[in-house]
């Protein structure tokens, strides 16, 4: 299972906007149509933007003439900088992009095709390391699992998200695949309902128990003692453990501190952003008012000229959270040690 | 504003499920389309359905045959019972249609035109009661709210829930009367959006500022220091204080606990249940799944066969309530004894 293909220098990528209904394959042809898929959440993940966006820097400009270098570079940065500017809280997508744009001055006494070779290749390297990032995750969270275990998570951090088969989702199908008595349950995710219209559907597609739920009723599940885990993707980790992920994911933290049950964000290395001394600084990304008030860009759900407050993701605090499993192991408190502890390695 | 409305021995409701796009008035002429109008939530709010099911059930009776009262007892005693089984969470429509049984027996000597008109005139008066109920709820709630106040509300519980103009908005409606500065933000409330649909509709309509929100953004809003009190309504409260409402609200108090946000209440005396010790014998209805899968009926936005649980409230334990706005007052901890005390006024 793939979100995104990369075939005789061609992009391709599941519409994620259809989905369950319709899984619809478009090709990524130019530079406007890669930014309107990212900014449109047809191809979304933190890991996964950052992947595209690399292909899709490679793809934009395979056709660029190659005369004069210093033209090239131009429209390099600038195709690069408007590919990062299309959604400002996930971390991977900058430093996906920073990588390539590492490599490709590190040869720019090389000709133009070469440069160009340059990007193809860590634009690949990018994507094998990811499937390898998620592999990773999920063999290190394994850890944490019991064979009983029924667990929550929210947004859709699976094959969907990345270009393996996810971070929170990894560590569920490790698990899956273990044990046979393994529960899922998936949060919608308003408003776009990533939860219900991804996790559920790649859950199901995989043979994961899988049973929806509204964001809202997460609480009474934990407090019915349902729930003996959640485990949730990132966009970005500051420092001190401070984790931005799908608005939504804070109340679900509060709540499971509440109840008393563990908590885990599941990350690979690239999701950190060890430049921010705290969560505080993290960029949230405030969407269209439409997202809310007609759901899928059709049923209206509310009066027209209503005032609606639209942040697409929160932070949770380094306190709320239990353990951070990363490639390079699972992280547990105290988080600003440790993580840069581990991170090293 | 009135969501439902009796003339000339006819019922006309509302029908909220068209809003906020339609403002539809239906008329309710049989048994079959009153309990249609209360399970498909057409008529909905703890206190209005209480006050429908009265209407409904002379409307249902008034033409039976007069001759034999035995038969007509019979009748009444069935439908009242068909009625009283359409919802079974809100204590607000027992406690209805037990008054109008009591007052039928006290009687049961007159002939059954007599009989009709007692119970009529029951529902008039229980409708009157309820709009006095409201007036009064608000008069005692407004102590609670400061000028500057910016309020958080979940579901209706507003002129649309109830006869008069609310418990929760009631208190939200005197506030704002009296003074500029209330602030209102709405949950959207899933699965069937009477937050966004019904709350910002008739707070636009009454000029009252309000934002709408996702469920799953309450809480950010309250680490941003934004939300000042929560107030919502109920549909069944036990003798321990313990509350049921729409599902959310638990994840709405434990979230209020954490943010140290005042957490309010606001119900008549007819939605307390004291023959109930706790929240634990709260009948909690559980509704279709394709209220999730689908939104208003049409939208699917999940997969066709993903199981779903979908309760449609929960029961917020008394320790995270701050205090329960009556009619008789404000209760305040210990709720065991101050509700005793002050609902025996």
Chains 1, 2 share one sequence.
């Not at 995104?4 to 149509?33: G, H, M, V």
């Not at 128990?209 to 599940?221: K, R, S």
Request: net charge positive; aromatic share 8%; hydrophobic share 45%.
């Amino acid at each position: 299972m793939k979100a995104i293909k990369f075939k005789n220098k061609r992009l391709f990528y599941l519409d994620q906007t259809l989905l369950p209904l319709k899984e619809e394959w478009k090709e990524c042809l130019t530079l406007a149509s890669a930014v309107k898929a990212v900014k449109t959440l047809k191809v979304r993940g933190a890991p996964l933007i950052g992947v595209f966006s690399a292909y899709a820097l490679y793809v934009t400009l395979k056709d660029k003439p190659e005369k004069d270098k210093t033209v090239f570079l131009k429209t390099f940065e600038k195709t690069a900088e408007i590919l990062n500017s299309t959604r400002p809280t996930a971390v991977n997508l900058s430093w996906a992009l920073s990588r390539i744009r590492e490599k490709v001055y590190a040869r720019a006494d090389r000709p133009v095709a070469v440069i160009k070779q340059t990007i193809l290749r860590e634009a690949r390297f990018i994507e094998k390391e990811d499937e390898q990032l998620c592999f990773r995750i999920a063999e290190k969270g394994l850890a944490l699992i019991d064979g009983q275990d029924r667990i929550l998570t929210h947004c859709n951090a699976g094959f969907l998200a990345t270009a393996g088969n996810g971070t929170a989702l990894a560590v569920i199908y490790a698990a899956a695949e273990k044990y046979k008595n393994i529960r899922v349950y998936a949060d919608e995710t308003r408003p776009l309902l990533q939860g219900a219209r991804l996790t559920c559907w790649e859950l199901m597609k995989n043979r994961v128990p899988v049973t929806l739920i509204c964001d809202n009723m997460a609480a009474v599940l934990m407090a019915e003692g349902k729930v003996d885990k959640v485990i949730v993707g990132a966009d970005r980790i500051a420092a001190n453990g401070d984790a931005a992920n799908k608005i939504g994911t804070y109340s679900l933290a509060v709540n499971a501190a509440y109840h008393k049950i563990p908590f885990y964000v599941a990350a690979p290395f690239s999701t950190f952003d060890l430049s921010l001394v705290s969560g505080k600084n993290i960029p949230i990304e405030e969407r269209d008012p439409e997202e809310i008030k007609k759901i899928m860009g059709r049923s209206e759900i509310s009066p027209r000229r209503v005032k609606v407050y639209n942040p697409a993701f929160d932070v949770t605090p380094y306190k709320l959270i239990s353990a951070i499993i990363t490639d390079k192991g699972v992280i547990k408190p105290p988080f600003k040690k440790n993580i840069k502890k581990i991170l090293k390695k």
